[in-house]
């Protein structure tokens, strides 16, 4: 069992920056890839972000290459999420996810592929 509790969030002006955390609790958080997903206002929870449990490969969301980056500190228990440039449309509730040993693309991208969720931290960017 995983416990994730997300901060970081605020409100941002566009153009501007935030680094995201989740705080992982139990034991070989090591093992467990992390994904981070968000939920705007009106829409369906969308993928962001992911690593895989050993941290050699990452994946992204078409929208977000190039702005985001997600990494993971095992000695910390911590995932982040930097995300660099923001828009107003990247305004929504982020959650990240934990998943037992995934490494696959299809396992990853998927909200159905995590069994482990946070509560989620609020980002609101303004024009």
């Known amino acids: 069992q995983v416990q994730l509790a997300e901060s970081g969030g605020g409100l941002v002006q566009a153009g501007g920056s935030l680094r995201l955390s989740c705080a992982a609790s139990?034991?070989?958080?090591?093992?467990?890839?992390l994904g981070w997903f968000r939920q705007g206002p009106g829409k369906e929870r969308e993928f962001v972000a992911a690593i895989t449990w050993s941290g050699r490969i990452t994946y992204y969301a078409d929208s977000v290459k190039g702005r985001f980056t997600i990494s993971r500190d095992n000695a910390k228990s911590t995932v982040y999420l930097q995300i660099n440039s923001l828009k107003p449309e990247d305004t929504a509730v982020y959650y990240c996810?934990?998943?037992?040993?995934?490494?696959?693309?299809?396992?990853?991208?998927?909200?159905?592929?995590?069994?482990?969720w946070g509560q989620g931290t609020q980002v609101t960017v303004s024009s």
């Open positions: 996810a934990a998943k037992f040993q995934g490494s696959t693309k299809v396992a990853l991208t998927s909200t159905s592929g995590y069994p482990y």
């Open positions: 139990g034991r070989t958080f090591s093992s467990y890839a």
